[in-house]
């Protein structure tokens, strides 16, 4: 029964709250170019950049998602910085968002996980919905 139990709760946290970390209406993806002599592939945004603007966090500082999670509700700090312990986010985190403000960079960010899997589901369900199929 505990397997069972562990396996659910790992299962919600990773197989929905990571996805929905990256995937909102609010992240930007970036634009992959090909070179068409060489065949080479690039981004159009620097490694920093796209890390954050690929992410969304959501309840920082939160005491159980820092110790449960690993921290991944920071999930900025998380991508840039992928070796550091996540204990460390909390410290982190205002100095990233300081940088980021910086350099005019958006930190996407919502107070609630139960926000951020909102503008999940709302997010797929824009995807899904194909309005040219209904004129």
């Known amino acids: 029964m505990a397997m069972f139990f562990h396996e659910m709760v790992a299962g919600y946290f990773i197989g929905l709250t990571v996805p929905a970390s990256h995937v909102t209406t609010e992240t930007d993806w ?3 170019n090909k070179d068409p002599k060489t065949g ?3 981004v159009d945004v620097e490694w920093a950049v796209n ?3 690929t ?8 005491w159980f998602f820092k110790h449960f999670i690993g921290g991944l509700n920071d999930h900025s700090c ?9 204990s460390y986010y909390e410290e982190l985190y205002p100095i990233i968002k300081q940088a980021a403000k910086e350099f005019n960079i ?3 960010e919502v107070e609630t996980q ?3 899997i909102f503008e999940f ?10 309005n040219k199929r209904h004129d």
């Open 106 to 108: 958006q930190i996407r």
């Open 121 to 130: 589901f709302q997010h797929l369900w824009n995807m899904g919905y194909d």
């Open 30 to 32: 970036p634009v992959v």
């Open 78 to 86: 998380h991508h840039l910085l992928p070796t550091i312990h996540h």
């Open 114 to 116: 139960r926000q951020l």
């Open 55 to 62: 992410t969304k966090d959501y309840g920082h500082g939160n």
């Open 40 to 42: 080479e592939l690039s």
């Open 51 to 53: 890390q954050v603007a």
